[in-house]
C-alpha cells in the first residue's frame, strides 16, 4: 500500500491562481489538477528525446489506482443521479415516517 508523505510546492502567484480556478472549474482540488498536469508533463517527456538528441527511455512509475477522491460536490452530484434512477413506484414502498419505527420495519415487531 503506498502512502502519501506530505509535500509543500510554492508557485508563482499567477500559476497558483490558474490552477485554483481550474480546480474550482474542474471540480477537483488543486492537489489533483496538479498531479494531472505532471503526470501529463511526463508521459510527454517520455515520448520525446533527451537533451541529447536520443530518444528518452519511458518514465516508469506506478499507476495511481482508479479511484480518485473527489470533492464534496462530486459525491453530492452522484447520489442525486443514483436517486433520480429509482422509478416512482419503489419510492413508494418506503415508510413514511422516514426512521422513526425502524425496529418496526427491520424486525418486525410493533
Known amino acids: 500500500m503506498a502512502t502519501k508523505k506530505a509535500f509543500s510546492l510554492?508557485?508563482?502567484p499567477a500559476l497558483r491562481t490558474e490552477a485554483e480556478n481550474l480546480a474550482k472549474k474542474k471540480r477537483r482540488?488543486?492537489?489533483a489538477v496538479l498531479c494531472t498536469a505532471l503526470?501529463?508533463?511526463?508521459?510527454e517527456l517520455a515520448g520525446g528525446k533527451d537533451r541529447n538528441g536520443t530518444p528518452a527511455k519511458p518514465v516508469?512509475?506506478?499507476?495511481?489506482?482508479?479511484?480518485?477522491?473527489?470533492?464534496l460536490a462530486d459525491f453530492f452530484d452522484a447520489v442525486q443521479k443514483d436517486l433520480r434512477a429509482v422509478p416512482k413506484r419503489e419510492w413508494e414502498k418506503l415508510p413514511r415516517?422516514?426512521?422513526l419505527h425502524h425496529d418496526r420495519y427491520i424486525y418486525g415487531r410493533s
Open 10 to 12: 510554492s508557485l508563482p
Open 29 to 31: 482540488s488543486v492537489q
Open 39 to 43: 503526470e501529463r508533463y511526463l508521459n
Open 60 to 71: 516508469r512509475r506506478k499507476r495511481a489506482p482508479k479511484h480518485r477522491a473527489g470533492s
Open 97 to 99: 415516517d422516514g426512521a
